[in-house]
C-alpha cells in the first residue's frame, strides 16, 4: 500500500494573506524566508516577509543559485541557525523550494547536505517546519517529498526522496504568477505536464493520486496555452497553478524515463521543464506500448482520441508555446552517447515505470533526440 502524504494547503488570489496566520499554527515565530535574488528584485520576497505578520521576526535569506547547488542549502541551514530561526518559508520557483526543502532537513538533523542525497544517503528524522509560496506553476516542489541539488554548477543534480520533505504548508497565490514571461510559463507548465503524465503511468497503486494526475493534465491541456498567451488571465494563472500542485503530488507515485533523460541532460544549464518534455516526446510512444489502457486514459484528459500519439501531441504542443521538442532543437551538446544513456538506465526514475528501458534502448532515444535518425523499440522517429 502507498501512502499519499500532502501538505495543508491554502488557494487562491491573495493566499498570502493566510501566512501570518499559519505560521502561528506551525509555531513559527522566526522563520527563515528563502528565495533568490530575481524573487526578491521583483519586490516578492519582502511582501512574504510583510505577510509573515507583525509578531513574527523573519531573516530573509536569498543566496539561491538557479540551479541550486549543495553550498546554497548548507549556507542556509548556516543562516537558519545562526539566527535562531524555528521554521523555514520558501518563497519562487523549484530551484528555491527545493533548497529550502534541505535546509529545513538540515535545521532538525546534524550534517552537510551531502550526507543526505545520492546513493548513500543517511537516514534522517523530521525536518523543521517548512511552507512553501511557489511563484511559477510548474514544479510542483510545494507538494511533493523530492528535492533536486547539484553538487556543483558542471554536474547533474542529485536527488533526495523523503516523506518528510513534503511542506508542512503550501500556500498557493496564483497572482504571484502573473508577471512571468510567456518563456518561463511555458516551460514550467510543461514541466507539470511531465510530472502529470509520468505519475499517472507510474507502477504504483494510488488511485487517488491517479485521480489527480489526470485532472493536472486536463487542466494544462485546456489553460496553459491561454497562460503563455495571456499572462494577466487570472483564471489561467489559478488553473495552471493547481495543476503544478497535481504534478508535486504525481512525483510521489514516481516518475520514469521522461525524468531519466531530463536528469542526465542536467548537466549544461537547460531548464529542467523544457529537458523533461523532450524526454517525453522521446519515450512515451515506445511507453504506450506497456500500458496501452493508461496511456489512453491520459489522451482522453489531453483532450485527444486513443490513437493519437501522446508524444506526438506533447511535441506539439511544445511547438505551439515556442519550446523545442527535441534535444537537436535545444542545441545540447552530447558527448559519449553510451555513458549518457548507461547514467540514464541507472536512473532511479525507472524504478516505478511500466517499462524500464534498458541503456541501449535509451540509447536509440538519445541518438533520436539528437537527430541521429534511429528508430527506437520499433517506434519510427
Not at 31 to 59: H, M, N, T, Y
Not at 85 to 93: F, I, L, Q
Not at 303 to 323: F, H, I, W, Y
Request: with cysteine; net charge negative.
Amino acid at each position: 500500500m502507498n501512502a499519499l502524504h500532502l501538505p495543508r494547503t491554502v488557494f487562491g488570489a491573495g493566499a498570502i494573506g493566510q501566512l501570518a496566520a499559519e505560521l502561528v499554527a506551525l509555531g513559527v515565530r522566526r522563520p527563515l524566508v528563502v528565495a533568490d535574488k530575481g524573487i526578491v528584485a521583483a519586490g516578492i520576497a519582502q511582501r512574504v516577509v510583510r505577510a509573515c505578520g507583525e509578531s513574527a521576526a523573519p531573516v530573509l535569506f536569498d543566496a539561491v543559485t538557479e540551479n541550486p547547488l549543495f553550498a546554497d542549502a548548507d549556507a542556509g541551514a548556516g543562516c537558519y541557525a545562526a539566527q535562531g530561526c524555528d521554521g523555514v518559508v520558501a518563497v519562487g520557483g523549484g530551484s528555491v523550494i527545493d533548497t529550502a526543502k534541505l535546509i529545513a532537513l538540515l535545521a532538525a538533523n546534524p550534517g552537510r547536505v551531502a550526507d543526505y542525497v545520492g546513493a548513500n544517503a543517511s537516514r534522517h528524522g523530521a525536518a523543521a517546519p517548512l511552507a512553501a509560496i511557489p511563484t511559477t506553476a510548474g514544479t510542483g516542489s510545494e507538494a511533493s517529498p523530492s528535492a533536486g541539488l547539484h553538487p556543483d554548477a558542471t554536474t547533474p543534480s542529485v536527488g533526495i526522496n523523503s516523506r518528510h520533505l513534503v511542506p508542512r504548508l503550501a500556500v498557493l497565490d496564483p497572482e504571484l504568477t502573473v508577471s512571468l514571461p510567456p518563456w518561463l510559463t511555458a516551460a514550467t507548465g510543461i514541466d507539470a505536464l511531465s510530472h502529470c503524465i509520468e505519475g499517472c503511468l507510474s507502477e504504483r497503486d494510488q488511485p487517488l493520486g491517479k485521480a489527480i494526475a489526470l485532472d493536472g493534465i486536463a487542466r494544462v491541456a485546456r489553460h496553459l496555452r491561454r497562460a503563455v498567451d495571456a499572462g494577466a488571465d487570472a483564471n489561467a494563472r489559478a488553473e495552471m497553478m493547481l495543476a503544478a500542485f497535481a504534478g508535486g503530488v504525481s512525483i510521489g507515485m514516481g516518475l520514469g524515463p521522461a525524468h531519466a533523460i531530463a536528469l542526465t541532460c542536467s548537466d549544461q544549464g537547460f531548464r529542467h521543464g523544457v529537458l523533461s518534455g523532450i524526454g517525453l516526446v522521446a519515450t512515451l510512444d515506445a511507453t504506450a506500448v506497456h500500458v496501452s489502457a493508461r496511456m489512453a486514459a491520459i489522451n482522453d484528459a489531453l483532450g485527444l482520441p486513443a490513437s493519437v500519439s501522446t508524444a506526438q501531441a506533447v511535441r506539439g504542443l511544445m511547438r505551439d508555446l515556442g519550446l523545442p521538442g527535441s534535444l537537436a532543437e535545444l542545441g545540447y551538446a552530447a558527448g559519449d552517447l553510451q555513458a549518457l544513456a548507461q547514467a540514464a538506465a541507472r536512473s532511479h526514475f525507472n524504478l516505478s515505470a511500466p517499462f524500464k528501458p534498458d541503456a541501449e534502448a535509451y540509447a536509440g532515444f538519445f541518438r533520436q533526440s539528437l537527430g541521429l535518425g534511429a528508430d527506437v523499440a520499433g517506434v519510427s522517429p
